[in-house]
């Protein structure tokens, strides 16, 4: 059996793939042994077939890192509605499972989030050391709905001070501005599969009329009746990623933003294969949230795990802070990831690696001026990384 000091999170690292601008090899040199990626050329709904998988399993085994995670295989809008051929996506989905684990990928991430994966207003916030960070800015957004989308009703998320800023602020924006908001919003983060025009994006909305929380639950308690038997069959374990940001936006129903949320996802299907990612940047923008607690709570079924932190303030903005600032306490946070891990090699538990990625980073130094991923540039997570790993040895350290 490893010794504590030995053993701790398995360091992972977001790869898009080969049209990624950042090479396995720097990313070995980031000091990841594993690798997480997706297929984002496949359609949406598709099976991932071995001929697929092999061979973006071969690239990654040539640079002697290790497909850790697929993340994600994302949930046909379909299936997050039960409308048009979710049968057939749904029966797909179990199909990719069994795929995978023919190559013993054993540990895949997805989101229910309705249409927009997730959601920043500003993708080149300036920090104050001139670095750039992603930013949710709530009045930027209420431009967004209220005067640039048009959306029906939006009004009513508002106070009346809050609809007067968003006025006020719409007057000063230039057409570029309001260009650059739209795009930022709904044309697809890096690892959304999909992006849309505006006028697409209220027509994908309207399908979501008669969707509340409820009927959205009760959609993903469908998905899971049948993925999980499979996901036990083929030793796969599911982590569903929480909501970011983790409360309602576009009148949309959100339904993994907090502790309860999160209880109630793993209650329905109660099985090992039926668990988390824990993300402590989604989850940690809510003050109502205990991450400690969560692990405290969940722990024991936290399959995946993304570390970032987040600085918000009182009016609901908030921007992408460092690893180790912010909101979050990672102390505490990693302290209790590590308990948890002890807890498994303890228990003889199989499932101990605990593959944790750092998440996103800030952009900065030499990649200010190259085109990247936002949110996934190299300097920004490789100090992630690295401030992650260093905070990791020192109290594992402490606990041997
Ligand atoms: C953003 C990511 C998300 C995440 C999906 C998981 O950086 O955390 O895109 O990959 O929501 O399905």
């Not at 048009?84 to 989101?111: M, P, W």
């Not at 936290?302 to 992408?320: A, C």
């Amino acid at each position: 059996m490893n010794t504590t000091s030995e053993i701790g999170l398995e360091q992972t690292w977001r790869w898009f793939g080969p049209d990624d601008s950042i090479s396995l090899s720097h990313i070995k040199m980031a000091g990841a042994t594993g690798i997480v990626s997706a297929l984002h050329h496949l359609p949406n709904g598709e099976v991932w077939t071995l001929e697929e998988i092999e061979k973006r399993k071969q690239l990654i085994d040539k640079s002697g890192l290790n497909w850790s995670v697929v993340e994600s295989i994302p949930v046909h809008e379909d299936i997050k509605k039960r409308t048009g051929r979710y049968h057939e996506y749904i029966r797909n989905y179990k199909q990719s499972l069994l795929n995978l684990a023919h190559f013993g990928i054993d540990t895949v991430c997805y989101n229910f989030m309705p249409v927009l994966d997730w959601t920043r207003t500003d993708l080149t916030f300036e920090l104050t050391n001139g670095a750039q960070a992603l930013r949710f800015d709530a009045c930027k957004f209420a431009v967004f709905e209220l005067f640039l989308l048009k959306r029906k009703g939006a009004e009513l998320a508002y106070s009346k001070q809050q609809l007067e800023e968003a006025e006020e602020l719409h007057q000063n924006m230039s057409k570029a501005d309001k260009k650059l908001l739209v795009n930022n919003i709904i044309a697809g983060l890096p690892g959304a599969e999909e992006g849309y025009t505006l006028h697409q994006f209220q027509a994908v909305l309207d399908e979501y009329s008669n969707i509340g929380s409820n009927e959205l639950r009760a959609n993903l308690l469908d998905f899971l009746k049948e993925v999980i038997p499979v996901a036990e069959e083929a030793n796969i374990l599911m982590a569903i990623h929480p909501d970011d940001p983790p409360f309602s936006i576009l009148g949309l129903p959100r339904i993994v933003s907090n502790l309860h949320d999160l209880q109630k996802v793993i209650g329905v299907v109660d099985s090992p294969n039926n668990g988390l990612c824990f993300c402590t940047g989604s989850l940690g923008v809510r003050s109502d949230n205990d991450l400690v607690q969560i692990i405290k709570e969940l722990g024991h079924r936290i399959n995946f795990i993304h570390l970032r932190s987040t600085s918000r303030d009182k009016s609901g903005n908030f921007h992408e802070a460092e690893h180790l600032d912010g909101d979050v306490n990672m102390y505490e946070v990693m302290k209790k990831l590590l308990e948890e891990q002890q807890n498994r090699i303890h228990n003889r538990r199989l499932d101990y690696r605990m593959p944790m990625r750092p998440d996103h980073g800030h952009k900065m130094l030499d990649d200010l001026s190259k085109e990247t991923n936002p949110g996934y540039s190299a300097i920004g997570r490789l100090k992630g990384l690295a401030e992650l790993r260093g905070l990791e040895l020192g109290i594992k350290m402490a606990m041997s």
